[in-house]
């Protein structure tokens, strides 16, 4: 049977997984490993030699408990400095309309992510949200079709390049190969959004520790994916310095008692504290509380919409809603804050999609390790590159699509 692994670095936890494919192509977990992260945040790798050891904890207890050896990973990516755009481009095939092939749409692929090249960058993903095939709008897939001239936009992602090589060295030094890498906020879509949210328009966040990874899908396709460097740890240090506790205190009080909305707290309930300096504990208002961590929440809120509104769209495209995931998302009363904040219907996100050890695997925390077992290049309507860009940027500066054609190949099997 075809195993496939994940390895998804956050900022509390690393998480490893591994997954058997079986013969009707449906995906079984049979291990899990979760390590403490040490020397990673925010994506960054802070220390080589930490880093490398919480990744090694996660690989041998999913090891031990699937019972087979890690060759390689999907790895996820995620850093605030990443950032997304979409590119145009037309080319002309013939005068005379001809049937268009998978080569045609590398080309016009390869022309966008060449526009979209930049010093310090490299690109991980690029996929075309939609076609134009002459004057038609709103071709799905080309691909069979006759037309002279075809257009795309390719919604491209790019992380900063030393990031980029730090992780992979990480990755590395732990014996383990790079099958592929993905934005995590594109995983995480994998695992938890429907398919008639991408069409119907969908803003999903992943509120990590250290980050809020973001995602807008219209047409089915993604238009921008974001991060912010803000995630749970700001609200548990927010926590600590209004309260004056310390912040292991500040983080089980928050899992304890914290709540999203203020409004939604009677004035009357209270829990107790011990302040530092102090020997004796006192008592604070819940919903005190809940003030410090809306503060926050809508510190986020307010950053995803201003990216959105920089990058010109209008959030009246999302119809189907938000959704959240990620570990933040366990806190309680955020479905309602997002709901009444952003006036949008709103959901939280579960991974699905794979079968075996529900029970652990049922946790908006694990939603990037679940996606990118589930991440096969192909997001939209089939077409997504993401590139080993190391090894293929030629000595000409070009990028070359190596792969890519036998990705596509492999999706119109599956679609046939
Ligand atoms: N029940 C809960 N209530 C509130 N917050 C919670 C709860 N459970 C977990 N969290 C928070 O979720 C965060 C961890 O989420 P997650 O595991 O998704 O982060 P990560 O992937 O390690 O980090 P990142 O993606 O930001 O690098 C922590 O800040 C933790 O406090
Ligand atoms: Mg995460």
Redesign the pocket.
């Known amino acids: 049977m075809k195993t496939v692994a994940s390895l998804?670095l956050?900022?509390?936890?690393i998480v490893a997984l591994v997954a058997e494919i079986d013969s009707y192509g449906d995906m079984h977990v049979i291990g899990i490993g979760e390590a403490p992260?040490r020397g990673i945040e925010?994506?960054q790798i802070t220390r080589l030699d930490l880093a490398v050891s919480s990744v090694l904890r996660a690989i041998k207890e999913a090891q031990e408990m699937a019972g087979v050896k890690l060759n390689s990973v999907n790895l996820g990516i995620?850093s605030p400095v990443l950032k997304s755009q979409n590119e145009r481009d037309t080319i002309n095939i013939s005068p005379q309309p001809v049937e268009i092939d998978e080569s045609q749409i590398e080309r016009i692929i390869e022309r966008t992510t060449i526009r979209a090249r930049e010093e310090g960058y490299e690109i991980i993903s690029a996929i075309p949200r939609k076609f134009i095939l002459d004057e038609q709008e709103g071709v799905l897939d080309p691909v069979g079709l006759l037309g002279s001239k075809l257009a795309a936009e390719v919604h491209i992602v790019k992380v900063g390049t030393t990031l980029l090589r730090n992780v992979e060295k990480v990755v590395k030094s732990s014996g383990i190969n790079i099958a592929d890498k993905y934005p995590s906020i594109m995983a995480s879509a994998e695992a938890v959004l429907t398919q008639e949210e991408k069409e119907e328009g969908a803003l999903l966040l992943?509120i990590?520790?250290?980050?809020t990874d973001f995602i807008l899908f219209t047409e089915g396709s993604p238009i921008i994916t974001g991060t912010i460097p803000i995630?749970?740890?700001s609200i548990?240090k927010d926590i600590a310095h209004f309260m004056k506790i310390n912040v292991e205190q500040a983080?089980r009080i928050?899992?304890e008692h914290?709540f999203a909305l203020s409004d939604l707290v009677n004035e009357s309930e209270r829990i107790k504290i011990r302040p530092r300096g102090e020997d004796k504990e006192t008592m604070v208002s819940k919903k005190s509380l809940a003030e410090v961590i809306q503060i926050r929440l809508e510190e986020i809120a307010d950053n995803v919409l201003e990216y959105i509104n920089t990058q010109g769209i209008n959030i009246s495209i999302i119809n189907a809603g938000v959704v959240l995931t990620?570990?933040?998302a366990?806190?309680?009363g955020i479905k309602e804050f997002f709901e009444r904040y952003l006036d949008l219907p709103t959901r939280i996100g579960y991974p699905t999609g794979v079968m075996g050890l529900k029970e652990r695997i049922q946790n908006p925390?694990y939603s990037?390790a679940v996606g990118l077992l589930k991440s096969k290049s192909r997001f939209t309507h089939g077409y997504s590159v993401n590139y080993q860009n190391s090894q293929n940027v030629g000595s000409e500066g070009k990028v070359k699509l190596t792969g890519l054609l036998d990705k596509l190949k492999s999706f119109f099997k599956e679609v046939l």
């Not at 990590?208 to 980050?211: D, K, Q, R, S, V």
């Open positions: 998804d956050g900022t509390s936890k992260s925010r994506g995620s992943d990590g520790a250290g980050l995630g749970g740890n548990t983080e928050k899992l914290g990620g570990g933040s366990k806190l309680a925390a990037t």
